[in-house]
């Protein structure tokens, strides 16, 4: 067993989001041992210098599209999978250069990629994937144009979600993606700017069909996420057991009630519309489809404001879709001047990990975590821009105790 010791480490807190200087990390077979005051005792085969700068849990973003190697959908389904998981390559090994070591799927990401990550065959973040995500006839992860009958995706193509309509069905549609290993299971809940013939303020799925859904989720031990905007959509979701709504632009002071009485946690993406409606059209979002980016855009950084007003958990997503996704880090920008540093580090870090039912599993420097560890030059905790300049200020990247970035000695 060969073991690796940070020294002169100035550990970030994240769950308390406090500082802990003059500390060292002890790290053994992929995870931390040992975490206390300099000097631990007994040697080490590695000794890395941190030099007092920052160390502290590799990030986590809860929302991520791996496989959406363009914004066009429709495109997309008619992609090669082959093709398709070349081109994710890029985008999972930027992603872990911006010190994101696991990254949540919101559809498309399969068992097949995520192997290929734990295996080291592609270079990335590990991969938490919901396989399809859930949707009815219509509903957002419908791609087809209303003069479409037939589908023509399938699933040996690479699109983001599967139609699934009724009981049963939606029942077999989850414990399918179950038995491909699903981290979680996502579903459309409410209509969706990307998709052509539903309306942003529809709500998706009978109760029946949620609760047949989250049923089976809870059954497999994992948790359900919910892609939903409006208040009417996110209302009926989180007492049915929805652990994590996406977007959730639209919702109201009832949303935030709720989130808080039933531990569920939000994940607001405005880096994706911020995106969308700078250059979704240049990027291959198709032209029609611009109009509703601008109603959510203004909303999404109302609804923020609200949810921290009400002290609603809350998760790091970016949503970013194709080239648009080299952004991931500006989520971080777009939420500062509304979120405290401390509570922005949590969304990234530990606060993914509790609502994934991983408590300590990732998101805190603790013995028993994985070692997934990254050096900052400067105290994010007090300028959470550092987290935005990798290539200046991000000087260490280390996931499940293998290092892929050094660059302590600059
Ligand atoms: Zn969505
Ligand atoms: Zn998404």
Redesign the pocket.
Known sequence: MTTTRIINASIIDTRAGQVLAGHEVRIADGRIVEVGPAPLPGSDDTILDAKGHFVMPGLVDS?V?VTAITPNFALLETLSPFYVGAKSSELLHDMLMRGFTTVRD??GADHGLASAVEEDSLIGPRLLYAGRALSQTGGHGDMRGPGQQTFEGCFCCAGLGRVCDGVSEVRRAARDEIRKGAHQIKIMASGGVASPTDRIDSTQFSLEEIDAIVEEATAANIHTMA?AYTARAINRLIPRGVKTI?HGNLMDEESCRLFVEHDAYLTPTLATYDALAKEGVEAGMAEHLQRKVFDVLEAGGKALEMAQRHGVKMLYGS?LLGRMQRHQLNEFNLRKDVVPTDDLVRAATCNAADAFGARGDFGEIIPGARGDIIVLRHNPLEDITTLTRPEQDLLMIMKGGKVYKQALEG
């Open positions: 929302h599209h919101a559809g892609h996406e949503d």
